[in-house]
């Protein structure tokens, strides 16, 4: 059995921009339990909720899912995408593919090139942990001796890098481009490793 928070997920699913009071009819309880829940969804990052003008008076709050939200409900993207891949293979060259991915990496290194400016080399590592964790990385870095090792726990791309392991050079050229400094795996998961790490020695070098 589904409980309320699913129920109200899924509603909100099937038609965004509800209201409190559309809520509670749709998932049959009152709005009081209904706003409750919500609380704990929007806390959640599940949802969101914004002002909507409805003809005359006081705007009203409708809520939507986030991103976040969205992604709790199955979906086909993975079949897709390995598909959109594989197709993309047979119909480019090898060198045209690396190239494309590692353009990818290098367009979103370039949207938050000014906020790195001036960072020393362990803020840099933080802005790389907090920004592919909004990726779907799971990121941890530690100093070793003079190199640093930044590791991967858990990688959104692991489904796809099976089948597609060209994927990989997305997150190891971003992190170059974002240290300014060459990043060299010496672990990836998909040979057996626990994790990836990737290693990079720090030397007086600036974007």
């Not at 309320?4 to 209201?19: A, E, G, N």
């Not at 001036?118 to 190199?147: C, H, N, P, Y």
């Not at 099976?162 to 992190?175: G, K, R, S, W």
Request: glycine share 6%; aromatic share 6%; charged share 25%.
């Amino acid at each position: 059995m589904k409980s309320m928070k699913d129920k109200i997920l899924q509603t909100l699913l099937r038609k965004p921009k509800v209201t409190i009071n559309e809520l509670a009819e749709a998932v049959g309880i009152n709005p009081i339990s209904v706003r409750h829940h919500l609380t704990n969804l929007q806390m959640e990052g599940l949802i969101a909720a914004e002002e909507e003008r409805h003809g005359v008076g006081r705007p009203r709050l409708v809520y939507s899912l986030t991103e976040e939200g969205m992604e709790r409900f199955p979906t086909k993207y993975l079949r897709l995408t390995t598909r959109l891949l594989a197709q993309m293979k047979e119909s480019m060259p090898g060198p045209v593919v690396a190239k494309l991915f590692n353009q990818i990496a290098e367009d979103l290194a370039s949207e938050y090139t000014s906020q790195i400016q001036g960072l020393s080399m362990e803020e840099r590592l933080e802005f790389v942990k907090e920004l592919l964790a909004q990726e779907g990385f799971t990121v941890e870095w530690e100093k070793i001796g003079d190199e640093y090792q930044i590791h991967e726990i858990s990688c959104p791309y692991y489904q796809i890098g099976v089948a597609h392991p060209e994927v990989c050079t997305v997150d190891q050229t971003l992190i170059s481009k974002m240290l300014a400094l060459p990043a060299s795996k010496v672990q990836c998961i998909l040979d057996g490793g626990a994790h990836c790490t990737y290693v990079v020695h720090p030397v007086a070098v600036k974007i």
